[in-house]
C-alpha cells in the first residue's frame, strides 16, 4: 500500500468520523445527531466501503500531517512561550518545542529553559485530552444542568472527537502550560460549547483544566515523556451508579415510582432508594470521583450502608472523614 500523505490523511480523519455526516457514534452504533451534516450522509457510506480495507489511525498518536500543531499554546513557568524548532541529525529531522529566550538568545543561560522533543510532548497532550473526553463522567462535570436526553448524545459526541488526530484535537485546547514534573492542559469553552450545542454560559469552567505529572526520562541520545500515573483509582461501578442515578431521578420528576423503576432495571426498590441519592451529590464530590481521586472508602457500598446528607456541607464533612 501506497505511504499516504500528510494531507491525505487529515482529509481520511475526517471522512472516517461520522460527525461530518450529521451523526454520531455510540458504542458500536451510528445514530442521526442533531447538528447539520458538512458530508452528505449517503455519500459519506459510499466513502466507508471504499475506506473499509485501509488501517484505522491509531488514536494518541501526534499529528496529522501539521508540522507544528501546538504554535502559539504551550508556555512554561515562566509565561515564556515554547516556540517550534528542529535540527538535523545524520540526514533526520528532529522537532523540538524550546523556550523562546533560547531561540531569541542562543548564549543564555540554559539553566530553567526547556527543549522538549515535540512528537513525545504532541502524544502525551493527545493521550490526556482524549482520555479526558472519553471519560463518561465529564460530561457531567462540564454541563452540570444537562438534561438526561442529551446526556448520552453528548457524550456519544466527545467520544467521536476524542478519536481524532491532535490537529482536530487542537480546535478544542487554550494554553497549555510546562512547569518542572507538571503539565497544565486549559480547554477551549467556547469550542466545546459549539460542538455541543449549548450555550458557552452553561459550560462549568472548573471542569476545562487537565493536570497531570510526567517525567523526562533519557533513552540514549534520546529524551522521552512519561505520564505520572499518581493516585488514581477510577471506580467504574459508582461512576455508573451515578449516571444511572440522574436517569432515575429524571423519571421520578416524570411521574415514575421507585417501584416502577425497580421493574424496569430488574432490580430493587430498595435498590433504587438508596441509590437515588447518588443524583445529589456536590460537585466537589463529583471532580475527584470523575479525576478517581475520591478517597479509598468512597464507594457504591458506601452509599448502600450509608445514609446521604441532604444538605452539601455536611455531604463534605462526611467524605472528608472517610
Known sequence: MARRLPVERHVHSILTNPIYAGRIRHKETIHDGRHQAIIAPDEWDEIQE?????AARKRGTSGCGVSSPLAGKLFDETRDRLTPSHSNKKGRRHRYNVSRRLILNPKANKAGAWRLPASELETVIS?????????ETFVLRLIPEIESADLQIAQATLKDISKSCLDNLVTFLGNIKISPGMLTIELNPTALASMLKVSPSKIETDALTLVS??????????????????????????IRNILKARDWYDKIKKGARFADIAKQEKTSTRRVQQMIGLAFLNPDTLKPIADGTQPVA???????RNALPDNWDAQRQAFAEL
Open 127 to 135: 493521550t490526556l485530552v482524549a482520555d479526558r473526553l472519553n471519560d
Open 213 to 238: 505529572t510526567f517525567q523526562r526520562k533519557r533513552r540514549g541520545v534520546e529524551t522521552r515523556l512519561v505520564l505520572g500515573a499518581g493516585d488514581i483509582r477510577h471506580d467504574p461501578t459508582l
Open 298 to 304: 468512597l464507594t457504591s457500598e458506601w452509599f448502600k
Open 50 to 54: 471504499l475506506l473499509k480495507a485501509r
